[in-house]
Nanobody, 121 residues
Framework: QVQLVESGGGLVQAGGSLRLSCAASRSIFSFNWMGWYRQAPGKQRELVARLTDGGDTIDYTDSAKGRFTISRGNAKSAVYLQMNSLKPEDTAVYYC??????????????WGQGTQVTVSS
């Protein structure tokens, strides 16, 4: 019931930065997890970063620690991923995922269509 649209991907040289954005189509009342996953060609989709409602728990994959920062909008209708010091190994399609409850009482588990991130060497 909640549509997610990612943006901010593109081509960048190693060491550069990108900021990914994920916008929700409707207001979110609460969520269990909000985060980003990625999938490189020939590999399985993996978690990059996620956070809980309130931001008291934040998880990052080991390769992202110290380089990536996940955050959400105040209205809980958007989630962002700031990526610094990018490496060629970060090249993948990045997907936004949110699991939670809408303001009108509907439970949801939504995925975006993905945005391509390509890091050149």
């Amino acid at each position: 019931q909640v549509q997610l649209v990612e943006s901010g991907g593109g081509l960048v040289q190693a060491g550069g930065s990108l900021r990914l954005s994920c916008a929700a189509s409707r207001s979110i009342f609460s969520f269990n997890w909000m985060g980003w996953y990625r999938q490189a060609p020939g590999k399985q989709r993996e978690l990059v970063a996620r956070l809980t409602d309130g931001g008291d728990t934040i998880d990052y994959t080991d390769s992202a620690k110290g380089r990536f920062t996940i955050s959400r909008g105040n209205a809980k209708s958007a989630v962002y991923l700031q990526m610094n010091s990018l490496k060629p190994e970060d090249t993948a399609v990045y997907y936004c995922n949110v699991m939670g409850l809408t303001t009108d009482g509907h439970d949801f588990d939504s995925w975006g269509q993905g945005t391509q991130v390509t890091v050149s060497s």
